[in-house]
């Protein structure tokens, strides 16, 4: 359906949603209330407290408005396919219509449905281990958690295993677990992390590299012909915490892809619970841990065997990426793009703590939605040269499911796309100093970043040696355009304040994640520095327009893992 652009059109929609709103059993009075209120404000005026002369500037009310309704508590969190999400949806359409930004999904419209599939591992799911004459049944949270759901998870039958050291192949590193292995039909068991280095150029040393997630562990397997992959999470300096933080983490649905590869089985298994498995004379699990240390793990067959009998409560349904254009001024360039970017789902509804349940997810994402709409407006302002997609992933927190749908389905050739910027988090705890690029060092949107920076008086950084290096850029929607051969960044603030000592600034964002990060207390009640947002978002859209009205086109470096992509993209003009 084609989104309507009168008022009356939009009291249509509004009470074909009220019909929607009552089949669901959580919508509540305040999400309608909240619905009617930005349908019947989603006229072109000039923002109340703004002139003709500032409107080009960025409206940090503009954004504080954004950010109340979408980190609302009746949203509930903008689950994956719930109401909330919905609603949030539609809001943004809404806001992109009033700014006069072109519907670009599907049929004319703001919309491209993504179809997924959802999945809840029940109670009554059972993993068993068979050694010899005994079995021993684990319990799922206690024991186990899945991080894969469904059917293809099924093991009806006990199969073999196999421990399979790290469950890396790592060509560079002339390092490969499955060297001397036959893993075909079998269960991959695989320690957490990435073999032991104190040097910078072999696995990055104390950091993490992509070959350090279960994902990629289980893509290997998989690939290598496994029927799914057990991983014994943190096993080295093991804490009861640990775990409690993996069952909250782990304890919402499971969403892919129909076509996703990956829904094999995948699971933690609790370390004193994966004692069980090395049934072997002379082994122990401690001699796992000194032969790490050791760089002396070897990979070999298991004598315990495996199955496991899932209890599944699943749903197939829509959700929506949301995607307006702004077409370019000049003629020569408005058939390339710039995409900016930013995921407005969160988790939704999950594990009480201290009462609370809802995951609000204000400064993941809805602090980064409500910069990037107040971006579009002011691109949209501007009139650049290329032009400007805008779009709003869902599916970020299952696995960058939207972003992987867009690049997959793209509305334009990908080889068109001449970068993404994407945008997940905004600086809120204080005005900074430094700013940092993740991804910055795979192409030349660093000199972008560069010339940015300077011009707003503050420099460029890298990640401190106290946070993760690589893996940030790893974890969220810039990814998927990467591996689609797009150069990629995402711009967030350095921890160098203004107003604090590089402890104090270390201590107050390790806070964030600890307490603060995918938990409920991510809502409206934390203390927001809007001048950081401020800063943020200025920096952001300078960096837009210098790519927007640049002739030159950003490429990866020549040592870049996304370089051959791009080549193959642009030789084909997919």
């Known amino acids: ?197 104190e040097n910078q150029k072999y696995f990055a040393g104390e950091n993490n590299t992509i070959y350090s997630y279960p994902e990629a562990k289980h893509r290997l397997a998989i690939a290598r012909g496994a029927r799914g992959l057990l ?96 077409t370019g001024e000049d003629k020569k360039y408005n058939q390339t793009y710039l995409i900016i970017s930013a995921h407005y789902d969160h988790l939704g509804i999950g594990s009480p703590v201290k009462g609370d349940s809802i995951y609000n997810g204000l400064t993941d994402n809805a602090a980064g939605v409500a910069v990037l709409l107040e971006l579009s407006r002011l691109i949209k302002l501007s009139k650049p040269k290329r032009s400007v997609i805008v779009t709003f992933l869902t599916g970020e927190e299952k696995g960058l499911l939207g972003s992987q749908y867009f690049v997959d389905n793209s509305p334009v050739p990908v080889s068109s796309i001449v970068a993404n910027l994407n945008v997940d988090g905004i600086a809120s705890i204080d005005k900074f100093k430094s700013i940092i690029g993740l991804g910055s060092e795979y192409s030349d949107l660093n000199k972008t970043l560069l010339k940015v920076a300077s011009a707003n008086n503050i420099s460029v950084s890298q990640i401190p040696p106290a946070f993760e290096q690589i893996e940030s850029f790893y974890k969220s929607d810039q990814l998927s355009f990467a591996q689609s051969g797009i150069p990629a960044i995402n711009i967030v603030d350095a921890p160098d304040y203004e107003s604090y000592s590089d402890q104090e600034a270390i201590r107050k964002v390790r806070d964030y994640f600890i307490n603060i990060y995918h938990s409920p207390f991510d809502d409206l009640n934390q203390e927001l520095n809007y001048e950081a947002m401020l800063q943020h978002a200025k920096i952001l859209f300078d960096f837009c327009i210098e790519i927007a009205n640049n002739d030159k086109e950003p490429e990866w470096n020549n040592d870049s893992p996304f370089l051959n992509i791009r080549l193959r993209s642009k030789s084909v003009k997919k």
């Open 231 to 326: 991983v014994i999470p943190n096993f080295v300096n093991f804490i009861e915490e640990d775990w409690k933080y993996l069952l909250n983490e782990f304890s919402f649905e499971d969403v892919s892809l129909p076509y996703s590869t990956s829904s094999n089985f995948l699971a933690y298994i609790h370390p004193e619970s994966a004692k069980k498995i090395f049934n072997l004379p002379g082994f122990s699990y401690d001699d796992l841990i000194q032969n790490h240390y050791k760089n002396r793990i070897k990979s070999f067959p298991l004598k315990s065997k495996i199955s496991f009998k899932g209890v599944f409560k699943q749903r197939e349904f829509l959700s929506n990426n949301i995607i307006g254009l702004i």
């Open 1 to 197: 359906m084609r989104y309507p652009t009168s008022f009356l059109n939009k009291r249509t929609r509004f009470y074909s949603l009220i019909e929607e709103s009552f089949s669901a059993v959580f919508i509540n009075l305040p999400s309608l209330l909240l619905l009617l209120m930005f349908l019947i404000t989603t006229e072109n005026i000039v923002p109340q407290g703004e002139t003709p002369e500032n409107i080009y500037k960025v409206s940090i009310e503009n954004i504080k408005k954004h950010i109340s309704i979408l980190a609302h508590d009746s949203l509930q969190g903008r689950g994956t396919g719930t109401i909330g999400e919905k609603i949030a949806a539609d809001y943004l359409s809404n806001e992109l219509i009033k700014e006069g930004i072109e519907p670009f999904g599907k049929n004319g419209t703001y919309f491209q449905p993504i179809p997924l599939h959802g999945s809840y591992a029940l109670d009554q799911s059972l993993l068993t281990i068979h050694a010899d004459t005994i079995k021993k049944v684990l319990k799922l949270g206690e024991d186990y958690i899945l991080l894969k759901h469904g059917e293809k998870t099924l093991i009806s039958k006990p199969v073999d295993m196999v421990f399979a050291g790290y469950g890396i192949s790592a060509p560079e590193f002339d390092y490969n677990d499955y060297q001397n292995i036959d893993v075909e039909g079998k269960i991959v068991v695989v320690i957490s992390g990435e073999p032991y280095s």
